[in-house]
């Protein structure tokens, strides 16, 4: 459940079920909603679990568990992975240092199952591991404006030039953590975290005080991103091994042992995948899932498919043989497709989940 749905009403809100919470799917004319965030600030509500991480032990718990190398200073954070056996991805998560706590953002529908495994995973660390989704709101602000937006607001502190830095500060008298993001939508952004029970004075003020911001749903979430490229958990990354997702930006290939790491390894000294992620232009609409034809023979099949209001185009992304040529005219459910680079719309940031290979 959204933790302002009578708010979202007020603006006109039709909502979908993302995990397992209820989010604004769109407040009327998304297409005109798209193009406010493309040129100026949008805010939406971010569908986030949320897990808090504490004792001594936290740090080295938390990195053996994941991909990535979790930050050891207070304001830094790193976009990881957790893998299965087989390196497949079990869940993609944000882990954030702030100072006695690690905050992990999940999807919301990983968190539970995330909190109990961790905990019987715990032996004779100091560490505990507590489901606090209930406790937090988070609200993301993107646009190329979105800098100004956030800066017109905040009291006490300054909109982090670094991705996935943070800064303290308040809003309307709200104590509020803002996250520089790695720009998801192809555009700057921000995430503001807050206390749930100062959800709708936050999210208030996002949309109407300083510079206006234009309220948006996951219709136009998964369109931005669609957009920029950015691969999501629900969508292409769930199960794939991420090499094939090209998510570099989950990996260090440094590190030690984490479950998965092996094959991630193995894959990454073959030089490529089997498969690569890719932008398809489309010359009329279909469902993710459709089967991808190069030539008469099955290349791989579409994730998700939207239709772009910036380019008035349909667009999606697929996961096709990794050597299907990058000029190749493709056929989905008989309908003409062709390969186009990602991202398909340059904005004033670049998705670090651009695939990369």
């Not at 808090?52 to 790193?78: I, L, Q």
């Not at 079990?90 to 953002?105: C, I, S």
Request: glycine fraction near 8%.
């Amino acid at each position: 459940m959204t933790v302002l749905r009578e708010f979202h009403e007020d603006y006109g809100a039709s909502f979908v079920e993302v995990g397992d919470r209820d989010l604004p799917e769109d407040y009327g004319r998304p297409e005109r909603t798209q193009r406010a965030v493309r040129n100026a600030a949008g805010a939406t509500e971010m569908a986030y679990g949320v897990l808090v991480v504490t004792g001594d032990d936290r740090v080295d718990f938390v990195d053996n568990a994941v991909s990535n190398r979790v930050p050891e200073t207070d304001g830094e954070g790193c976009y990881a992975l957790l893998l299965d056996a087989q390196a497949r991805v079990r869940t993609d998560m944000y882990v954030y240092n702030a100072d006695d706590k690690l905050l992990v953002f999940t999807p919301p529908e990983t968190a539970g199952d995330l909190v109990e495994e961790w905990r019987e995973n715990v032996f004779i660390e100091d560490v505990e591991i507590r489901n606090a989704t209930t406790d937090f709101a988070v609200f993301g602000v993107h646009g190329p404006k979105s800098t100004e937006k956030v800066a017109s607001v905040l009291h006490g502190g300054t909109p982090p030039d670094d991705r996935l830095t943070f800064d303290r500060g308040r809003i309307n008298e709200a104590g509020v953590t803002v996250v520089r993001t790695d720009a998801l939508a192809g555009e700057e952004g921000y995430d503001v975290v807050c206390a749930a029970e100062d959800a709708e004075t936050v999210f208030d003020t996002l949309l109407t005080r300083g510079l206006n911001a234009a309220p948006f749903g996951r219709t136009v979430w998964e369109a931005l991103t669609l957009e920029a490229g950015t691969p999501l958990f629900e969508y292409e990354l769930r199960d794939r091994i991420p090499n094939v997702a090209g998510v570099r930006n989950a990996l260090d290939f440094e590190k030690g042992c984490y479950v998965g790491q092996e094959i991630v390894s193995k894959v990454e000294n073959r030089g490529r995948p089997s498969k690569r992620l890719v932008g398809v232009r489309l010359d009329d609409a279909t469902e993710g899932g459709a089967e991808v034809l190069h030539d008469g023979d099955v290349v791989g099949e579409l994730t998700r498919v939207r239709h772009s209001h910036t380019l008035d185009a349909h667009l999606a992304l697929a996961y096709v043989d990794f050597d299907t040529p990058a000029d190749a005219t493709l056929a989905v459910d008989d309908i003409r497709g062709e390969l186009e680079p990602l991202p398909f719309v340059e904005g004033s940031d670049r998705s670090a989940r651009l695939p990369t290979y």
